[in-house]
């Protein structure tokens, strides 16, 4: 009998026991290919013996020290190694623990960043519907995914919300790429306006849409206008990279493939690459030097943020995605998927869409191909096809509510950016069994 909370108390998940390269081992010895990278996490598959070792020496020279005393060698390096890849003028580390952590320290830092500066009435924050920003309360807020928001709400912040970039759903026929893109940026300016400027301290957003859309990338020239609307109004641009980054679309931050930088960035997952928990948010030099020429002291923290042995794996594992060369290999890998999935499924009359950059590819399901009508949710797509998926060998990432929170169902992969010509193709087919066995 099991003590353990489990994420869901109707499952009996099995053992995992061993991990090796893209493969993950139960107790029954059955195999899995890693397809989803746990939840875009395993950049580097699970036996990288480089991260192992770092691990390993680290924790023979000294595995904790609490940042309220001690700096230390291993999250100095990774710092540097973070801000000499970053784009624009990201220039300051903040470490956490994951994810969430680090998107509730980036709304806080940029909450106080306000105060220094002297303007304490902006207090509010602007998101996208369809987002996820995390599980914490003020990520939780911030993303924009009403069923997991739903029996949280009474204990959430306001956070506006505007429309999401979801080109295979809501550009209208005869729009170009482009003039959708611009009509939902512009819907930014024009809440930012009804808030007025001076009440809003930023627009939070991931760069490509990750669990709750399915690998959902922007349409060219979005972002841009969005970064425009920003520095007009003066408020900050908050990515969060927390699943995206770090590699994983074919740049180490995604946000450079869409040509701008923003004032604070959050990653983790690959940052670490499943080896140890850790996550960051880092933030432009004009937003620090607030916090130094003001009470110089950021009124926030956690126990393990900066743990000397989780920036000792991310240092390893930041070295291997760039002089490593493994960002240009998820580049190269991510189109063999990509045109591995189209060929399987590209005409499959319940697959819709086929998107994503890099490793990080999303599968739309549908009920009709031509007039794109999601399934009915009472099926449960999503979940058949995730089952039916870990039978027959392949961890996948499928999830419902792509349209809105409750209609349409996706699947997500983001295989270890190591993955063979070979495992591509093991993957596809056992996506295949999959797919077959649920949709026809």
């Known amino acids: 009998m099991s003590h353990v909370f489990p994420r869901h108390t109707k499952s009996n998940p099995p053992l995992a026991v061993k991990g090796e390269g893209v493969y993950i081992f139960d107790s029954n010895g059955k195999r899995y290919l890693d397809g989803s990278g746990g939840a875009a996490v395993s950049c580097l598959g699970h036996s990288d013996a480089d991260v192992i070792s770092a691990i390993k020496n680290q ?148 760069p490509i849409v990750g669990a709750t859309m399915g690998a959902v990338p922007p349409v060219p020239g979005y972002f841009k206008r969005i970064r425009e609307i920003c520095d007009q109004y003066g408020i900050l641009l908050i990515l969060d990279e927390v699943m995206c980054g770090m590699g994983r679309t074919g740049t180490l931050f995604a946000c450079e493939q869409d040509g701008i930088a923003p004032d604070i960035v959050t990653i983790a997952k690959g940052l670490g690459a499943g080896y140890q928990p850790i996550g960051a948010a880092l933030c432009t030099a004009e937003i620090y030097d607030a916090f130094v020429n003001g009470s110089g002291f950021f009124q926030h923290g956690h126990t393990y943020i900066g743990h000397p042995t989780a920036t000792a794996a991310g240092d390893a594992v930041v070295k291997k995605l760039t002089e490593g060369g493994m960002v240009a290999r998820a580049a190269q890998q991510g189109e063999k998927l990509d045109a591995a999935l189209r060929e399987a499924f590209g005409q499959h009359p319940h697959i819709g869409d086929i998107r994503g950059r890099g490793m990080f590819r999303g599968l739309e399901i549908v009920a009709d191909r031509a007039t794109k009508a999601p399934m009915d949710p009472a099926k449960a797509v999503n979940k058949k096809l995730k089952a039916a998926a870990f039978e027959a060998g392949l961890i996948c990432y499928p999830m419902g509510g792509t349209i809105d929170g409750r209609r349409g169902d996706h699947i997500l992969l983001a295989p270890p950016f190591i993955i063979s010509d070979d495992q591509i193709g093991e993957l596809v087919d056992k996506l295949g069994i999959a797919i077959r066995g649920v949709l026809g």
């Open 59 to 206: 924790i023979d020279a000294i595995a904790f020290a609490h940042t309220g005393f001690f700096t230390s060698e291993p999250a100095e390096r990774l710092a540097d190694r973070l801000i000499a890849h970053a784009p624009g003028s990201l220039d300051r580390v903040y470490f956490t623990s994951g994810g969430s952590e680090a998107v509730e320290s980036a709304l806080k830092m940029a909450r106080q960043y306000f105060v220094e500066k002297g303007e304490p009435s902006r207090s509010h924050f602007i998101a996208r519907r369809q987002s996820y920003h995390g599980n914490t309360l003020g990520a939780l807020a911030a993303g924009g995914n009403e069923w997991r928001r739903a029996q949280f709400n009474p204990l959430l912040i306001d956070v506006s919300h505007i429309a999401p970039v979801h080109e295979y759903r809501w550009r209208e026929e005869g729009e170009t790429s482009e003039k959708y893109g611009l009509r939902v940026a512009n819907e930014l300016e024009a809440e930012i306006q009804r808030l007025g400027a001076e009440n809003v301290i930023g627009f939070i957003a991931e």
